[in-house]
T-cell receptor, first 114, second 118 residues
Framework: EAGVTQSPTHLIKTRGQQATLRCSPISGHTSVYWYQQALGLGLQFLLWYDEGEERNRGNFPPRFSGRQFPNYSSELNVNALELEDSALYLC?????????????FGPGTRLTVL | AQKITQTQPGMFVQEKEAVTLDCTYDTSDQSYGLFWYKQPSSGEMIFLIYQGSYDEQNATEGRYSLNFQKARKSANLVISASQLGDSAMYFCAMREGPTNFGNEKLTFGTGTRLTIIP
């Protein structure tokens, strides 16, 4: 069974540009989560999508947005990039409706803002 | 206050020895879930083990076991017979509230870097 996939692996942008990160969940999983892992800040929850809707949002500005498509894949958009947006962005997926809602992570997209 | 505390920034352990990674948590919810993940240098977070707050038995998955002490609010990960491939960052995480209740975000600790020495 294929795991969570993310693209691209690496992304280099300059300040002020927009970045788009993509995630495909494990087959059958309907929930997708986005986390940011920045140096010195640890792993922080960004967004949660389920059944095409945004269900929860972390403490991030509105220029961090995303969506979930009918096939449950997801996109994270970061507008007006700032230097501190440089981080590893991890996507996870889970299957809701079971006893445990374990989140399985993808390999991440490393975003560098110059 | 920190929701998840991992007090060991780094640990060095001899190959084949057992190792315990500490994790304490803070929540007022009665229902919650505790997770351990491994992050090798490649960056991917690998799920290791899960413990629900109402589970009476400690969780086990192969060489991994979770020493769950609810009254002390601790959920230590025990790795038996450590291997060189166990060298990685290890994160403890918590989901507050019951499953499927809209609380599915995970709060992570700062991690412990484990190095296995041959």
């Amino acid at each position: 069974e294929a795991g969570v996939t993310q693209s691209p692996t690496h992304l280099i942008k300059t300040r002020g540009q927009q970045a788009t990160l993509r995630c495909s969940p494990i087959s059958g999983h309907t929930s997708v989560y986005w986390y940011q892992q920045a140096l010195g800040l640890g792993l922080q929850f960004l967004l949660w999508y389920d059944e095409g809707e945004e269900r929860n949002r972390g403490n991030f500005p509105p220029r961090f947005s995303g969506r979930q498509f009918p096939n449950y894949s997801s996109e994270l958009n970061v507008n007006a990039l700032e230097l501190e947006d440089s981080a590893l962005y991890l996507c996870a997926s889970s299957l809701r409706g079971y006893y445990t809602d374990t989140q399985y992570f993808g390999p991440g997209t490393r975003l560098t803002v110059l | 206050a920190q929701k998840i505390t991992q007090t060991q920034p780094g640990m060095f352990v001899q190959e084949k020895e057992a190792v315990t990674l500490d994790c304490t948590y803070d929540t007022s919810d009665q229902s919650y879930g505790l997770f351990w993940y491994k992050q090798p240098s490649s960056g991917e977070m690998i799920f290791l083990i899960y413990q629900g707050s109402y589970d009476e038995q400690n969780a086990t998955e192969g060489r991994y076991s979770l020493n769950f002490q609810k009254a002390r609010k601790s959920a230590n990960l025990v790795i038996s017979a450590s291997q060189l491939g166990d060298s990685a960052m290890y994160f403890c995480a918590m989901r507050e509230g019951p499953t499927n209740f809209g609380n599915e975000k995970l709060t992570f600790g700062t991690g412990t870097r484990l190095t296995i020495i041959p």
